[in-house]
């Protein structure tokens, strides 16, 4: 957390510049005196606003909740970084004003946030690739051509491969000098320590045009995609709505015979990614936690639902990655 002074008397530590909704986002004020403190957390036109009082000259306020409430989750469109400002300000007077970088995920113990890691492009399908940058300087290269420079606005970066690599064959790499990174660790105080390394992304081409391709947002509001290999699919059928008698005419006499009003049914399929290495195991194991997988039809991302279950990352190197996907429901007539 960052620390400063609002007045004389009054101290404040506030969040991080970079920071995660879904962690604890405390705003600590402490002052010789009992006072009334208002904490507005504001995005363009749309703001929230908290008041309240101190109590022996101390209170505290944590602003995870209203900063969720700024991103807009729709299907159609990836989940950016948000520029949220927060304003302090104390009733004797005083005021404390800053600008936080918001992430729609979290970090856990142990976590390295933004860290350099190998990335497979599956080139027959629409991918992106995701990386936090505070500049500018970014450059890529694919195959043998030499480094270029790309623009990206700073923040959460989700750059689409096949239009910044469009002559790729074999792979790309996209370099970011000096980047931020950070690692929470087990001395956090609902923070994290930040340093600055070179990050490097390998992106390996695969041209794989057969399988079950799923998107998904991971803990850190990156998208990671993969191809699956089907498997098995079931239908789970079930009767809804009022059972009624068909009526018996002159000419057919049906006396019994009921029907319901419709039928529900659930398609389920069974997909696999074989021997995986555990980086890609460890990156995979997102998926059952994320809430917003979806799949790639041909023409669009439709939302599906990830089955629950257990996944069991074994001490070799190399092992399956098994999942149960639950398509839509399937749309039938009805009664």
Known sequence: MRTDIIS???GI?????ISFAFNRNLIRIQGGTDDEVTVTVQRESVSYQDKRETIGGYVQFDISEYLRLFFPIKETELVPSLDIEVHVSLGKGGDFNFIMTCIWGAINIGDTFNSGRKVVWFKNYPQTVSFYSSDNAVQAQSDNEPLKGIDVTPGIVHLDLNSTFPKAQDHATILLMEEYKAIFDYTFDYTFTSITDDLVLN????NADCGVFIRWI???GFYQYWLFKPGDISYKVSDIGEESEVISTAFLDVYGITRVQGKETH?????????????????LLGLLSSPLPSLWDGEEWIPIHISEG?????TSDLQDFEIQIEMPELITQKL
């Open 310 to 314: 257990t996944s069991t990352q074994s």
């Open 267 to 283: 398609k389920t399929i069974k997909a696999c990614a074989p021997l995986v290495d555990k980086d890609t195991f460890k990156m």
């Open 13 to 17: 530590s506030y969040p991080d510049a």
């Open 218 to 220: 991971d803990r850190h």
């Open 8 to 10: 004389d008397g009054w």
């Open 203 to 206: 992106i390996e081409i695969n």
